[in-house]
């Protein structure tokens, strides 16, 4: 692929966006090209983590490519604003957590692409935001719905209207960013986060994941039926057995994914 570039270790997907002079933009071929990535990932028993970062150290993703906006015609936008908005609502439903290395800037469309996934650890010196209203347009990859989720309609609104970007420490204050460390540290703390996932259940990390998504914005009742739905579909499967025999038998579960 040219612009999406994937390496698999140890059940970890490293996703990267390789566009770093262009600040790691999206232009069309980049979006099909993560579209198709995240279709095999889903499907893949060799990932139970995905790590997303950009290529280089000025940015995690600028947004759209704004070179190739200007040269669209209406539809084409439409094309665009629909492709990523879909490409992102696939991240947010990966059976796997995903989490967002936040290398540099992550603004418009960028920003959005950290919202859709589980986790955001950013290096400290990133720079986050939504400055669509700016350009004169709206977020279009879901930054509207899932900033307000995440912290507020009052808090969100600030974000947005205002087109304000914030640093990454400030993000961690309102609860945007789960955490934000020094350069140097930011892909041994994403490692980090993603080994704690690998050493549970990966069906039962799936799940639980599920309920929560399903179960977020929806009336309690409706919310404890998603988890019952999700806890059985992990009472047949053999790693739930595993690990009652690992407890039996005082050693570390050995987890297939089965």
């Known amino acids: 692929m040219e612009h999406i570039k994937v390496k698999i270790d140890n059940y970890i997907a490293e996703i990267t966006i390789d566009r770093p002079e ?11 090209e993560l579209a198709d990535v995240l279709e095999d990932i889903k499907l893949s028993k060799d990932v139970r983590v995905v790590m997303i970062t950009g ?48 290398n540099g800037y992550a603004l418009g469309g960028g920003f959005e692409l950290t919202l859709a996934c589980d986790f955001r650890i950013a290096a400290e010196d990133a720079v986050v935001g939504l400055p669509e209203v700016s350009w004169a347009i709206v977020p279009g990859g879901g930054g509207t719905q899932r900033l307000t989720r995440l912290i507020g309609i009052s808090r ?8 304000r970007r914030f640093k990454a420490e400030e993000a961690v204050v309102s609860g945007v960013i789960n955490k934000a460390v020094p350069r140097d540290d930011l892909l041994n703390e994403v490692n980090s986060l993603a080994e704690e996932i690998l050493g549970n259940g990966p069906l039962a990390v799936a799940q639980a994941k599920y309920a ?24 047949p499967t053999s790693d739930r057995v595993e690990a009652l025999e690992a407890f039996k038998e005082k050693r570390a579960p050995v987890f297939k994914g089965e």
């Open 55 to 102: 290529a280089g150290d000025k940015a995690f993703s600028a947004g759209a490519d704004l070179k190739e906006r200007r040269t669209l015609s209406e539809k084409e936008v439409k094309r665009n604003v629909n492709k990523i908005r879909d490409v992102f609502i696939t991240l947010e439903e990966l059976p796997q957590p995903s989490i967002a290395a936040i």
């Open 156 to 163: 969100a609104k600030e974000w947005i209207l205002t087109a």
């Open 212 to 235: 929560i998504n399903n179960g977020a914005n929806a009336d309690t009742y409706t919310g404890l039926k998603i988890e019952s739905q999700a806890y059985d579909r992990i009472i």
């Open 22 to 32: 262009q600040l790691n933009t999206f232009n069309y071929q980049a979006l099909v």
